[in-house]
């Protein structure tokens, strides 16, 4: 890995995490898209070097939160019951089973355009009605353990599927961010230890590309403390849009990858 590649992984890394890190998303679903079509890493390689993405960017954002006393709860806990599991078998999934990634965005399209746009209208015209009820344990761990699967499959945080639903439930994003942040950096940790099993056994380019994910990380580490810092001095509405963009841009940028 030359220099170039390297510092345009490091820049990606720092511009991603700084926006995403504020509402508990790590920043590796718009990477993947970077990864694969600027960056040349080949498939299924890719997954396990976002995983290591996450891996060094996690502690950044989560230093900053554990400072303000906003990482530890049922909900964080909740989340990593919920999506260790779930990334194991993505990761089996990935390496024997080898899903196409138009599959992957056709369904990541059609959750997140229609949730994202639900969440913006809720946002800006909120119900005159009762508060929504706040997710019970059993669908939160349900919700987890699906997006756990996802993250070990495609090698995304998990933050970006999450943070939509959980927020839409009733549950703030001050509260969402970092037990999300948490639950992606611990399943990241376990796929990355996973395809690197595998990778021993299994045929083609399993393994991560260290360099580069270290690289992207690195950025990711600074950003995701920006971003985490950032947080407090944006009031609720101002998360939920930033939830909204972020959800929004997501499906359609799939949507759009999928339809070309």
Known sequence: MDWSRGLLGFAAGLLISVAT???GVSGAVFLLPVQVSVLGVPSPAVTPTNLLY?????????????????????????????????VVLGALVR????????VFRLLVAALL????????LRTVRPAPARAPRPPSPRSI???ALAVGVAGGVYGIGGGS??????????IPVATVAPAALAATFVT??????TYALLSLTAMGEVAPDWL????????????????ARLQPRLPETALRLLLVVLATGVGALYAVQVMG
């Not at 960017?57 to 919920?82: D, K, N, Q």
């Not at 390496?95 to 138009?102: D, I, K, L």
């Not at 580069?212 to 971003?227: D, E, N, P, Q, R």
């Open 161 to 170: 599927l999450l943070g939509p639903i959980l927020v839409g439930r009733g």
């Open 113 to 120: 355009l229609p949730l994202g746009l639900w969440l913006g």
């Open 141 to 143: 761990r349900a919700s």
């Open 188 to 193: 990241s940790v376990l796929g990355a230890v």
């Open 54 to 86: 996450n891996v060094v960017a996690g502690p950044g954002a989560l230093l900053r939160y554990r400072r303000a006393g906003r990482l530890a709860g049922p909900l964080t806990r909740l989340l990593v019951a919920g999506t260790l599991p779930g």
């Open 95 to 102: 390496v024997f089973a080898v899903p196409g990634p138009r």
């Open 21 to 23: 890190a504020p509402v």
């Open 212 to 227: 580069l994910g270290l690289s992207c990380g690195a950025g990711g580490l600074l950003g995701g403390y920006l971003g």
